[in-house]
């Protein structure tokens, strides 16, 4: 935790955005304890309240409360970071409670696919401390999330207008700056014919690959039954609750 909030702080941290929840106490934070059950109810349970919040909360109000998952993985040592993250996508979306929504693709190499749950467009920013190039996407000593709508990019920093593609433009010079002067290539608009998102969830740097094909599995049935008995705790709160933001 400290990690983090010594790196989402910082005036040099790329992302603004991430910067101005963490200031304004906008950012939700779960904290996933990880077994050797292969179940993650503490995600589950963390995720279906902040995308029923997000569905409940107008635009505007909820621009700067992107969702921030910790994860303690201490006892997995036989699983790299990344496939533990995304195993955990792989899992909550067998128990998703709403279907897959129809105007998004189900085939990660399209590109109109992103990741949803609860019928909410995701965009995950996969963090790991094995990032040593790409620092920006290094928020601390363990596997962190952080999950914002879809829509926000739009809303901020839509491909469709000059604005929007002047906030994306600076805030890659700030990635470069971050990175010592590493900006990722797979870093892109969303709908772009070339752009695959799932790409950007994981970003691959020398000596940390990403695999070749999406490591997510869309789920065959129309929609998995609810889970009735997912863990308490790990409910999203505000900073007094647990901890907070980011981006690129």
């Known amino acids: 935790m400290d990690g983090f909030t010594e790196r989402v702080g910082s ?22 304890e990880c077994n050797g059950a292969g179940e ?17 909360t107008p635009l505007n ?23 533990l993250g995304w195993k955990v996508l792989n899992w909550v979306h067998g128990m998703d409670p709403a279907p897959w929504p129809t105007d998004v693709a189900r085939d990660p190499d399209h590109h109109s696919w992103c990741f949803c749950f609860n019928e909410v ?5 996969m963090s790991t401390p094995d990032h040593q190039v790409l620092r920006s996407r290094n928020l601390g000593d363990y596997l ?23 906030v994306r433009a600076n805030i890659r010079k700030r990635v470069a700056d971050y990175n010592g002067g590493t900006v990722p290539e797979e870093l ?24 070749a094909q999406c490591p997510f599995s ?31």
């Open 11 to 32: 005036e040099s941290f790329p992302c603004l955005f991430g910067r101005k929840a963490w200031a304004s106490d906008g950012v939700r934070f779960v904290f996933a």
């Open 188 to 211: 892109g608009f969303f709908g772009d014919e070339d752009n695959r998102e799932w790409q950007q969830y994981q970003l691959e740097e020398t000596n940390l690959a990403r695999p």
């Open 121 to 125: 467009q995701l965009f995950v920013n």
């Open 144 to 166: 962190t999330f952080v999950i914002n709508p879809r829509e926000n990019f739009d809303a901020v920093a839509s491909m469709q207008s000059r604005s929007g593609r002047l």
């Open 40 to 56: 993650f109810d503490d995600v589950l349970v963390g995720l279906t309240d902040y995308t029923n919040f997000v569905k409940e």
């Open 218 to 248: 869309q789920n065959p049935m129309p929609h998995a039954p609810a889970r009735t008995d997912a863990a308490g705790g790990g409910s999203p709160g505000s900073r007094n609750d647990a901890a907070p933001t980011q981006t690129e």
């Open 61 to 83: 109000d909820r621009l700067f409360s992107p969702l921030v998952m910790f994860f303690e993985a201490s006892r997995l040592d036989c699983i790299s970071l990344h496939d």
